[in-house]
């Protein structure tokens, strides 16, 4: 059984940073195309960022502070997220794909964790 764990979430002020972890059990995901999306109250769920072997990819309003990284070794993909501001305040989800093409459709992965909150105040 496949299982992908997020943790790492929690209450930040603007400004400051976090670091999520999704780690993977049951298949390995290296090279696969694995990352995240994110769920803000009455939206729907978006693309935030995913990697596969060829590197990441990023939605333009993360681009330049958040950074997607994995340990093949762990099977774990990472978000280093920085200078976060309010409108990051979202469920996150880690997901995976059975295979390494990227897409930002969330209708296109296989896999998902059980969320974890990421809650920035002003």
């Known amino acids: 059984q496949v299982r992908l764990v997020e943790s790492g979430g929690g209450l930040v002020q603007a400004g400051g940073s976090l670091r999520l972890s999704c780690a993977a059990s049951?298949?390995?995901?290296?090279?696969?195309?694995m990352g995240w999306f994110r769920q803000a109250p009455g939206k729907e769920r978006e693309f935030v960022s995913v990697?596969?072997?060829?590197?990441?990819t990023y939605a333009d309003s993360v681009k330049g502070r958040f950074t997607i990284s994995r340990d093949n070794a762990k099977n774990t993909v990472y978000l280093q997220m920085n200078s976060l501001k309010p409108e990051d305040t979202a469920v996150y989800y880690c997901?995976?794909?059975?295979?390494?093409?990227?897409?930002?459709?969330?209708?296109?992965?296989?896999?998902w964790g059980q969320g974890t909150q990421v809650t920035v105040s002003s």
């Open positions: 997901a995976a794909r059975s295979d390494n093409i990227i897409y930002m459709n969330p209708e296109r992965y296989n896999y």
């Open positions: 049951g298949r390995t995901f290296s090279g696969n195309a």
């Open positions: 990697i596969s072997w060829s590197g990441g």
